[in-house]
């Protein structure tokens, strides 16, 4: 117990650089709170590139926290967050990262799940900002080309999002490949919008990368994302943020994000649909008649 209240004082100092103003500081609190032990399995250099600083800015955020070097401050700052997600996990009956152990049975590996969602259900409701999404609504119905921006999982589920769009006559376009995407992107200007789905709000790579030119060009950015610090979030015209429970690197898949996210992308075409319910209602029904009169009759419903 005297080893963990030593080692408190490491997440409180993170804590408090985390309320600062932005800079690389703030940046590294910011990372370190999200990730948490997370950190156990990173190298000092990833650490730095994550939290898009450098390896002397984590050494100097050490010793601003009042030690030696950075191996003493991130051997407390475990310590305390190991004992800190413990508690989380009690509370919320499930750990967001590895939900369940080596020989679960079914039954125990489908109530971790489900706890997950429940709990991905309150963070999104009593985190995401209202007046944020009703804006990106109306950014997404004013626009006259409209693009979804991820990779991997949040590509999938950007997807399903522009397919919902589109039986209510919004065409959303997903490209997939960095060429694809770089097409895309050049034909973008003001009037346009992109939507970004990120989980760390990295903008190093494709097709992210091409968010900073967009936004000169005067295309709103709308940014589904784990943080409000992050260089997408910092960046975007609105962002639809979640609480940040996640691992990056050590869990066992996306279960607790990728519930946030589809949630967030539910909400965004939901607010869209209410605002123009009418007219939604009519294009929905419209799109999914005119494809079942054509289809064969064992082919089923589009909801099927």
Not at 208 to 229: C, W
Request: aromatic share 8%.
């Amino acid at each position: 117990m005297s080893e963990f209240i030593d080692a408190n004082r490491a997440i409180t100092y993170a804590q408090e650089a985390s309320l600062g103003l932005p800079g690389s500081i703030k940046q590294v609190a910011d990372f370190l709170l999200a990730e948490g032990t997370g950190i156990t399995q990173m190298t000092m250099a990833q650490i730095a590139a994550r939290a898009y600083t450098s390896k002397p800015t984590l050494v100097r955020f050490a010793k601003q926290a009042g030690y030696a070097g950075w191996k003493d401050y991130r051997h407390d700052f475990i310590v305390a967050m190991t004992e800190l997600e413990a508690a989380r996990t009690r509370e919320a009956e499930v750990d967001v990262n590895t939900p369940f152990g080596a020989g679960a049975t079914s039954d125990e590996v489908i109530t971790s799940l489900a706890r997950i969602q429940q709990l991905a259900a309150a963070e999104v409701v009593e985190t995401l900002d209202r007046d944020a999404l009703a804006r990106a609504a109306d950014i997404l119905l004013s626009s006259h080309d409209l693009v979804h921006f991820g990779v991997m999982h949040n590509y999938l589920w950007g997807k399903v999002f522009a397919s919902n769009l589109s039986l209510i006559g919004l065409l959303c376009r997903t490209p997939q490949s960095e060429t694809e995407a770089a097409a895309v992107a050049s034909h973008l200007s003001r009037g346009d919008s992109v939507i970004v789905t990120s989980y760390s709000g990295g903008l190093a790579h494709v097709p992210m990368a091409f968010v900073p030119a967009l936004k000169e060009r005067g295309v709103s950015i709308v940014a589904v994302t784990n943080s409000h610090h992050s260089p997408l979030a910092l960046i975007a015209d609105e962002v639809l943020a979640y609480a940040p429970h996640e691992h990056f690197h050590a869990k066992i898949a996306d279960f607790y994000s990728g519930a946030c996210t589809q949630l967030i992308l539910n909400s965004l075409y939901a607010a869209c649909y209410a605002r123009r319910f009418e007219v939604s209602r009519t294009s929905r029904r419209g799109v999914i008649e005119g494809v079942t009169a054509v289809a064969p009759a064992d082919f089923g419903h589009m909801d099927d």
